[in-house]
């Protein structure tokens, strides 16, 4: 597989099923760890337009997000340390763009620690812009909490 289209390609909708493979990942990569629980709700409710990328057979990245009427959210994207800086968080959000877009979404919106310099760039870079703060946000696993970015896009028609 090589370039953004091949990495598309190695996107699918993710679900309940997914859900050991996304909580693991998850873990190793956030402060605020979540339950299986909540994972498995995320993945099996209503409003789950979550992805998962795989590659050789194993999950190397996920973007869990949801849409409500006109705005989809990322509630989390995470790429395996080992996958990283290959496209991989790019075409994930380009992925969800897309089925956003297609079940509705006019913007997505999206939370990033105001310490995250990959991430800020990965929004950046991507059109969304950042128009609120939330002081004190991350908290939970750090020594100092971190304000987050509220980050927006509108989605073209």
Not at 19 to 24: E, L, P, S, Y
Not at 40 to 53: C, E, F, H, K, Y
Not at 66 to 74: F, L, S
Request: aromatic content about 6%.
């Amino acid at each position: 597989m090589t370039g953004r289209d091949g990495l598309l390609e190695a996107l699918r909708a993710a679900d309940a099923a997914d859900a050991d493979a996304v909580a693991a990942l998850q873990r190793a990569s956030f402060d605020d760890q979540w339950s299986m629980e909540a994972v498995t709700g995320l993945l099996s409710g209503p409003a789950n337009l979550s992805l998962v990328a795989e590659a050789q057979g194993r999950l190397v990245g996920f973007l869990i997000g949801q849409c409500v009427v006109d705005t989809a959210e990322v509630l989390a994207v995470a790429v395996d340390p080992g996958a990283r800086r290959a496209g991989w968080g790019g075409a994930l959000l380009t992925g969800f763009e897309r089925v956003a877009r297609a079940s509705g979404a006019e913007r997505v919106i999206l939370d990033v620690a105001a310490d995250n310099a990959a991430a800020l760039a990965l929004y950046a870079g991507r059109g969304y812009q950042t128009v609120a703060r939330r002081d004190r946000y991350y908290a939970i696993g750090r020594a100092h909490p971190v304000d987050a970015l509220v980050m927006a896009k509108n989605l073209p028609i």
